[in-house]
């Protein structure tokens, strides 16, 4: 049993107290977790990023932060955004969503209209 209670944020963008990121930091041994295990040095810039992003599913909790040097960070949230949209679009395909086939844009050549110089409408 942990000594002391996992910490919850109560909302996805809840400020992460100071005694959390400690920890937090604590437990990786001061290690950056977007794969190089680099040692964050004193004074080096890091942040706490979730392992599983909040964008693909993941929590604002202590289990799913890991401490992150600012400039790996950035690399992996472009990673996250890619995987978003790759996750995305095989959820797209599994519920078997495909583009919408609505009436064209009036205007435009599927549409069968052509706007006027005049103003109004005609048939193309
Ligand atoms: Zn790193």
Redesign the pocket.
């Known amino acids: 049993m942990r000594a002391v209670p996992e910490w919850v944020g109560k909302h996805d963008d809840s400020r992460i107290p100071d005694r959390v990121r400690l920890r937090i930091f604590l437990q990786y041994a001061g290690r ?1 977790q ?3 295990a ?1 040692l964050i040095r004193i004074g080096e810039p890091w942040d706490l990023d979730h392992r599983q992003a909040l964008i693909n599913g993941g929590e604002h909790r202590e289990s799913n932060l890991v401490p ?2 600012k400039e ?1 960070h950035k690399n992996k949230s472009k990673q996250d955004v890619a995987e978003k949209s790759k996750t995305y679009q095989m959820r797209r395909r599994h519920y078997g969503i495909k583009k919408s086939r609505g009436k064209p844009m009036l205007g435009t050549k599927a549409s069968g209209w052509k706007r006027k110089v005049s103003g109004g409408w005609e048939r193309r």
Do not use: A, K, N, V
């Open positions: 950056c977007c794969g190089c680099r992150l040097l790996h």
